[in-house]
């Protein structure tokens, strides 16, 4: 119900921008976008019924049989986690109203950012800027230059979304059945598809000017086997109908790539170090 694998490649893109960025492991930082990540999208899944039971997500059932349960235990976590890390709390705020906007309409007859065209996979993408590069950024010193975070920042927004216009390839029978106008739905399976390919190579290539121009070290430019394993595996998927399962595995593996990344640090092998 939590989409844990998303709070996974939250948590670990967190723990390694954070790392990357400050020097230190930020252990709390990441524990706290682990469960930001869980609440928002625990709270999602209760406002996403009708199109999570078109698309056969698993536990929509479950969700709808305990919805009152579970929007009284999300927020009551939500407010009893505020008075951990004050630092963080301007930018656990600003995520959260960001995450209240994108599942509720903010008044009577709007609609919630979910259901915008553009905005949903912008807000997003714009969610995980604030917990993975914010969280660390708020309770660690610097060590990078500016140039290295802003470029990171842009290979990993536009790779972001790449990954969101997968996630809705995947729902696009029930969001246009819930009014949700993904790329997919307004334009189609080709356009779509053509996006996340124009994302991937264009994340890839700033990543790759910025390690030349020696703005980013090799530690983060190696980031980019993401993108370039994206664009191979997806397509498979996409040729024969991509599936719930495939999304899932998808982010798992970002997630092994993050764990990977790390044991290559911890023992202290050449190239990232």
């Not at 599942?103 to 949903?120: C, E, M, T, V």
């Not at 700033?206 to 664009?231: D, E, K």
Request: net charge positive.
């Amino acid at each position: 119900m939590g989409r844990l694998h998303i709070v996974a490649i939250a948590a670990l893109g967190c723990f390694t921008f954070g790392w990357i960025f400050t020097g230190q492991r930020p252990w709390g930082a990441s524990a706290l976008c682990a469960l930001d990540w869980f609440l928002v999208n625990l709270l999602n899944r209760v406002v996403d019924l009708k199109e999570d039971r078109a698309n056969g997500i698993v536990g929509a059932d479950f969700v709808a049989a305990h919805r009152r349960a579970i929007l009284v235990a999300g927020f009551s976590l939500l407010a009893g986690s505020l008075m951990l890390a004050p630092a963080l709390l301007p930018l656990r705020l600003a995520y959260h109203a960001l995450g209240f906007a994108y599942n509720w309409p903010l008044f009577a007859g709007a609609r919630r950012i979910k259901q915008l065209y553009f905005w949903k996979n912008t807000a997003s993408a714009t969610g995980f800027l604030l917990t993975v590069f914010g969280y660390p950024l708020a309770l660690g010193p610097r060590v990078v230059p500016p140039g290295t975070i802003v470029a990171s920042a842009a290979f990993f927004f536009l790779f972001e979304l790449s990954y969101e216009i997968i996630y809705d390839l995947r729902d696009a029978p029930g969001d246009a059945a819930a009014d949700v106008r993904t790329y997919p739905v307004v334009h189609g399976v080709r356009y779509a598809s053509y996006l996340v390919d124009s994302l991937c190579v264009i994340s890839l290539s700033i990543l790759a000017s910025a390690y030349v121009a020696h703005v980013v070290p090799w530690r983060i430019a190696i980031l980019g086997v993401g993108p370039l394993l994206q664009i191979f595996i997806y397509k498979r998927f996409v040729k024969r109908g991509i599936t719930s399962r495939d999304c899932i595995n998808l982010t798992w593996l970002g997630a092994v790539l993050l764990i990977a990344y790390h044991g290559w640090v911890l023992a202290g092998l050449p190239g990232v170090v």
